[in-house]
């Protein structure tokens, strides 16, 4: 997953210039907002896709939660029709997104990404915990928490019933997560980032570790760089609807709703979708757009491949 990280963050200079220029007035240590969602295995669908938003954080929970709700009272597969305010919201300048989508065919990049290489990663990753967690100051309860989940993931990848799909799931979307953390924290040096996704299966899996992992991931990348000021922060919030018993994120997770689904609709390279609501938040958030990012992952074999698409009309 490390040498996937390099290659996101080695191939990704249009990228980081665009959201540099769109977030260019804003002050760094400020408070950030990142909410994500998916849509993986659908039959029914071109692609897999990962949408991640991010938002400077401009208002109250409550303001915004009411905002999508009034424009936006359904997500998209309940609707036939976009929301012109939701589009609206995804263009604006507090906001920037980044969508990966993952070519169908390689399974979500199933020859790299291993059995034997999960297997590998984990433990990897449970001795570079082990290092840290003998330094002094550190937090061990929250090392220990992960280290332990990570030992379960190690034993899961050699049982029978391995459910090695979710597995990737884990690591892609904690990999794609870790590159988005990478480039805010390069770029604004954020007081703290809140990330919420969507409730979905891979992150109750091993006691919520992937959120763990792309903390990790970022730790590491971050540390290979050089460019620490502060190694306090970002602080860190991780969260998705009633992960607390009470709370729905469920306008948050609307705007990468959105996009997720379009990237999965999209069919490439002819350009087509099954659905007008498609066409529409196409047209309005990514043709021409220098703030909806749309990146194209290809596996085989042999290598993967990471490209920026760009539409313009």
């Known amino acids: 997953m490390f040498n996937l990280l390099k290659l996101l963050t080695d191939n990704s200079l249009s990228l980081t210039g665009d959201m540099e220029e769109w977030f260019k007035q804003y002050r760094p240590d400020a ?5 994500s969602d998916y849509c993986v295995g659908n ?5 897999d896709s990962f949408s991640f938003v991010i938002t400077l954080k401009h208002d109250t929970d409550k303001n915004f939660s009411e905002y999508i709700a009034n424009v936006a009272p359904k997500d998209l597969k309940r609707t036939r029709q976009a929301s012109e305010g939701l589009i609206s919201y995804l263009n604006c300048p507090v906001a920037f997104s980044v ?3 993952v070519e169908r065919e390689s399974k979500l990049l199933r020859d790299f990404i291993t ?6 990663f984990c433990t990897g990753m449970r001795e570079l915990i082990a290092s840290w967690s ?3 100051n550190v ?5 220990q928490r992960i280290d332990k989940a990570l030992e379960a993931f190690v034993l899961d990848v050699k049982r029978k019933n391995f459910n090695a799909k979710l597995a990737r799931q884990v690591l892609l979307t904690s990999t794609f997560a870790a590159f988005i953390f990478l480039t805010l924290n390069k770029l604004k ?5 809140r990330w919420i996704t969507d409730r979905d299966a891979m992150f109750e899996k091993y006691n919520e ?3 763990d992992i792309a903390f990790t991931l970022f730790l590491v990348a971050r540390s290979y760089s050089g460019e620490i000021k502060d190694p306090n922060k970002p602080k860190y919030i991780f969260a998705y609807p009633f992960m607390d018993g009470k709370t729905d994120y469920s306008e948050h997770v609307r705007l990468p709703d959105y996009l997720a689904g379009l990237c999965a609709d999209i069919k490439l390279p002819s350009m087509e979708f099954s659905h007008a609501k498609f066409e529409q938040i196409f047209g309005d958030t990514v043709i021409n757009s220098t703030n909806n990012v749309i990146v194209q992952m290809l596996g085989s074999s042999e290598k993967i491949t990471a490209r920026r698409l760009v539409f313009k009309s």
């Open 209 to 211: 570790v992937a959120f």
């Open 31 to 35: 408070a950030w907002n990142i909410y």
């Open 189 to 193: 040096e954020p007081a703290y980032i």
């Open 99 to 101: 969508s990966f989508i």
């Open 134 to 136: 003998a330094e002094p």
């Open 115 to 120: 059995d034997d290489n999960i297997h590998g």
């Open 139 to 143: 937090d061990k309860v929250y090392w």
């Open 43 to 47: 039959p029914e669908k071109t692609n």
